[in-house]
């Protein structure tokens, strides 16, 4: 893996913090998905993943990890992104607010699994949208472990809303690509659309089902390889 001394720098500085400081709040979930329609290497289609996920906000920034656990036709295999970011705004102690920008952040992910060991690195943008409980932009560049290195744009959201007395969230990924010699752009938007059955268990409690809609052009940068397949959902935060 390449790795950048300034993007070392941010990783240890957040890691240093999570150790000296409580995190301001944090979120664990596992997520259970399974599908039909997936563009997998061989002739079945069919996947079951299971994903474990870790959020925190920090003092001086976030910190954001996943790894996913898949079984289909290929076989069982992992993956994961680990996701530091560094606020500007809380290391300099002035409000870098302008327009819809609430924060600017230095944003690095770890991209890792079975054939491939990747490194992003850029700027981050942390947005104040109405009705939004979140809003994040990051612009990477990605040293790539087996192919041309590129440039990614990706952006994350949640919507939370009610329909009576019933409360959903419906929240999402955008990655975009360049292409590259020997690779296509690339576009995953991967949106989920939950119904927090967990309410009528307690008022704390969520957990959620619902569908994960992926849509995946180019996938792995493989031109022409497209996916859009809607998985069936079960989430749960402790």
């Not at 941010?10 to 998905?33: E, H």
């Not at 996913?68 to 992104?81: A, I, K, L, P, S």
């Not at 943008?125 to 809003?135: K, S």
């Not at 576009?187 to 619902?210: A, E, F």
Request: contains cysteine; proline residues 3%.
């Amino acid at each position: 893996m390449k790795f950048m001394p300034l993007s070392a720098a941010i990783l240890c500085t957040i890691s240093a913090n999570s150790i000296f400081a409580a995190p301001i709040w944090q979120d664990f979930s596992i997520t259970g998905l399974y599908g039909t329609d997936y563009q997998l290497i061989a002739k079945e289609d069919k996947q079951t993943t299971v994903t474990f996920e870790y959020a925190s906000k920090l003092k001086y920034g976030d910190f954001f990890i996943f790894a996913d656990r898949t079984h289909n036709d290929v076989g069982d295999q992992t993956y994961f992104e680990a996701s530091p970011r560094l606020s500007l705004g809380a290391v300099t102690g002035k409000e870098l607010k302008f327009g819809p920008v609430k924060d600017v952040l230095l944003a690095t992910t770890w991209e890792a699994g079975s054939n491939m060991d990747n490194f992003l690195y850029g700027i981050g943008l942390d947005f104040d949208v109405p009705y939004f409980q979140y809003a994040k932009l990051n612009l990477y560049k990605v040293n790539n472990d087996t192919k041309a290195d590129d440039y990614q744009m990706t952006l994350t959201y949640a919507i939370p809303f009610k329909i009576g007395s019933e409360s959903f969230l419906a929240d999402a990924f955008l990655d975009w690509s360049t292409a590259e010699k020997g690779s296509a752009s690339e576009m995953n938007w991967t949106s989920q659309y939950k119904w927090n059955v967990g309410q009528h268990i307690s008022p704390d409690t969520r957990l959620y089902v619902g569908v994960e809609h992926s849509v995946w052009n180019n996938k792995y940068n493989i031109k022409g390889k497209d996916e859009n397949n809607v998985s069936a959902l079960v989430k749960y935060h402790f």
